[in-house]
């Protein structure tokens, strides 16, 4: 089994700064990596893919990168919306995995 | 636009076996050609991967979970189905039905992605007496 880990687990941050949330891999998935945000009584919303192909709809300041066994999702500029947990996904079989998870709280 | 929603019983006593049903709305499952997950997350924890379905009935589950997972398609009512065996309060969660990336190339060739499109809303089942 492919084993994600999410650093860090909790992130304080401030409207308009720039965050990076690190999920790597136990093993190598290539570019198979998908990034969900999740928001309270929510289910997850999909907003990167393929580690860095971002979803329809979801905003330019969002971005994922890396390949192998680390990636990074970055948002540019801190809104209040974006207050929410945040999942990485590995997708390099059927067998698919999440990291534990990031709490991006406002400072 | 597609649509899908979990339904079943939010309480279920330990040993017995959890059953839940994901509808999907707005288009066929089988035309669809998409493969289908069910997801689960306990309370105030991360997501957890539990099994796969296509509409033809093939499967693949969480090792994790295999011998008491059994998962089915019902086409006639456009739904996907989950059984769970002997659970106790380690069970109890919000389960999630969903929908795995999947696309047509320009030669028509089918191809799915194993990452989550589409969700439901989760519905909740607590493992109790």
Not at chain 1, 33 to 41: E, F, I, S, T
Not at chain 1, 45 to 61: T, W
Not at chain 2, 97 to 121: E, K, Q, V
């Amino acid at each position: 089994d492919i084993q994600m880990t999410q650093s860090p687990s909790t992130l304080s941050a401030s409207v308009g700064d720039r965050v990076t949330i690190t999920c790597r891999a136990s093993q190598s998935i290539s570019s198979w990596l998908a990034w969900y945000q999740q928001k309270p009584g929510n289910a997850p919303k999909l907003l990167i893919y393929k580690a860095s192909s971002l979803e329809s709809g979801v905003p330019s300041r969002f971005s994922g990168g890396g390949s192998g066994t680390e990636f990074t999702l970055t948002i540019s500029s801190l809104q209040p919306d974006d207050f929410a947990t945040y999942y990485c996904q590995q997708y390099n079989s059927y067998s698919i995995s999440f990291g534990q998870g990031t709490k991006l709280e406002i400072k | 636009q597609l649509q899908l929603q979990e339904s079943g019983p939010g309480l279920v006593k330990p040993s017995e076996t959890l059953s839940l049903t994901c509808t999907v709305s707005g288009g066929s499952i089988s035309s669809s050609s998409s493969y289908w997950a069910w997801i689960r997350q306990p309370p105030g924890k991360g997501l957890e991967w539990i099994g796969t379905i296509y509409y033809s009935g093939s499967t693949y589950y969480n090792p994790s979970l295999g011998s008491r997972l059994t998962a089915s398609v019902d086409t006639s009512k456009n739904q996907f189905s989950l059984k769970l065996t002997s659970v106790t309060a380690a069970d109890t969660a919000v389960y999630y039905c969903a929908r795995y990336r999947h696309y047509f190339d320009s030669s028509g060739y089918f191809h799915n992605d194993w990452y989550l499109d589409l969700w439901g809303r989760g519905t909740l089942v607590t493992v109790s007496s």
